[in-house]
């Protein structure tokens, strides 16, 4: 079981500007790759629109996760955000997470900045490590 999440730095701010852009709910969405490396974005519709709850849309949840498919690509992580911090898992991720495979990414808002913690919710909650790959400097 992997400890690990790995983002590109790129993609890292992009989720950093969708969850800013919407502070009065909770974004989420599917993050897509191979293994335990994420490369692709795919947002989905907060059907609950609160900011202390999220529920994916469903028709947007199953187009998402046909590109990933079509794509090449795994489902990597689920992402979501607390406008309101804290940047951990609360009682009811654990308890609506269908998703133990996955790895699980929350940006919180905490002392007016967007923390990032990447875990694991197979039952229990699970710290991973996240790990930010750099952009190739174009050489
Ligand atoms: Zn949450």
Same mark, same amino acid.
């Given at each position: 079981m992997p400890g690990v999440l790995r983002l590109p730095a790129r993609l890292l701010n992009d989720l /950093? =500007?969708? +969850? +800013? *852009?919407?502070?009065?709910e909770e974004v989420c969405g599917l993050l897509a790759g191979h293994g335990d490396t994420a490369?692709?974005?795919?947002? $989905?519709?907060?059907?609950?629109?609160s900011p202390h709850a999220f529920d994916m849309e469903p028709a947007g949840l199953i187009? +998402?996760?046909?590109r990933i498919r079509e794509s090449g690509r795994e489902l990597v992580a689920?992402?979501?955000?607390?406008?309101h911090g804290p940047a951990y898992p609360s009682a009811t991720d654990v308890a609506a997470n269908q998703y133990p495979e996955a790895a699980h990414l929350i940006l919180?808002?905490? =002392? %007016?900045?967007?923390? $990032? /913690?990447?875990? /694991?919710?197979? %039952?229990?909650? *699970?710290?991973?490590?996240?790990?930010?790959?750099?952009?190739? =400097?174009? %050489?």
């Open positions: /950093r =500007a969708e +969850a +800013a *852009a919407r502070p009065d490369d692709t974005r795919l947002p $989905v519709e907060n059907a609950l629109h187009d +998402a996760m046909r689920i992402y979501h955000s607390h406008p919180a808002r905490e =002392a %007016g900045e967007w923390r $990032v /913690r990447a875990f /694991r919710l197979d %039952g229990e909650i *699970a710290k991973l490590d996240l790990v930010v790959l750099q952009d190739s =400097a174009g %050489g």
